[in-house]
């Protein structure tokens, strides 16, 4: 888990990860992520990514 003190932009080119974020009350929220999927994380937010797999297509 980390933060950084600049915006991050994160896309899965291929596969799924998962993208973990605190919320407001500091509790981790997964999102699932695919192929194509952009994220855009403001600044100073606690996250973490998980890489699950990558598909063949």
Request: hydrophobic share 35%; proline share 2%; charged share 35%.
């Amino acid at each position: 888990e980390h933060k950084h003190t600049i915006e991050e932009i994160r896309y899965v080119e291929r596969g799924v990860d998962w993208l973990d974020v605190r919320d407001i009350r500091d509790n981790w929220v997964r999102i699932e992520m695919t192929t194509g999927d952009m994220a855009i994380l403001p600044s100073n937010t606690y996250h973490r990514a998980v890489f699950r797999q990558v598909r063949d297509q």
